[in-house]
């Protein structure tokens, strides 16, 4: 089983409450090979909300000034007991969020700049052992999935 961020599964559950919807990915939910989370709205957040980015000290504010911190890492822990949930062995989530980028994410000045480093999701994933991809990584995702199948 694999875990994915929902709106790639197309929930309309970004912060401006429209989706990323990538149709392999609605097509793996669809067929019950994954499971989706929204860590932001499982964590407490609204659709819609401000936009967020994680700040330089590690804590995620919106483009309003709020410390979101708490929420994410509400949401993190929740996908993790998701994956635990659903012996999930991956994650594909989200490219650049804060709480689902993995390897890149936006640099919190809300300048589109990125920045080396990993959502608050997908940071408590990795730290767990569990694999984490991007979307923009689906075809490396489904070749490790398949190998775990056959192992």
């Not at 940071?123 to 995702?141: F, Q, R, S």
């Amino acid at each position: 089983m694999i875990l994915v961020s929902a709106c790639l599964a197309g929930e309309t559950c970004r912060y401006d409450g429209r989706s990323n919807l990538v149709p392999a990915i609605r097509a793996m939910v669809e067929a019950g090979k994954a499971v989706t989370v929204c860590p932001e709205v499982d964590g407490g957040l609204s659709i819609p909300r401000a936009p967020s980015e994680i700040q330089p000290d590690g804590r995620v504010v919106n483009n309003q000034g709020q410390d979101v911190t708490a929420e994410y890492e509400r949401g993190a822990s929740i996908a993790l007991a998701a994956c635990r949930a659903n012996n999930c062995s991956c994650a594909i989530l989200k490219a650049r969020s804060p709480s689902c980028g993995k390897g890149t994410v936006y640099d919190g000045t809300f300048s589109h700049v990125c920045v080396p480093g990993n959502g608050i999701t997908a940071e408590l994933l990795l730290a767990n052992g569990i694999a984490v991809y991007t979307e923009e990584e689906l075809g490396k995702a489904m070749e490790t999935e398949r190998m775990e199948d056959h192992a």
